[in-house]
């Protein structure tokens, strides 16, 4: 079976993150970087504001430090 999974904040298809297992990401600019976890529903983002209207929205979230989100991944953050 097959679900499609939206980014609560812009409306787009989660990607499959080929980075991460287990993860699915939406890189829109709107937001920036947001993943998702697959195993238990929770949202990671480096953004503070963005975690905050997760929240809003009923999501569970975490604030992680870019660094340790991202890796050795080449991404622009702003």
Known sequence: MWVEFKCPLCGKDLDDDKTMANFLVCGDS????LRFFTGDGCYFTTNEQVAEELMKKG???HIV????FLGNQT????
Do not use: C
């Open 75 to 78: 991404i622009n953050l702003e």
């Open 65 to 68: 430090d870019p660094k340790e």
């Open 30 to 33: 709107s937001h920036g970087l």
């Open 59 to 61: 999501k569970r979230v």
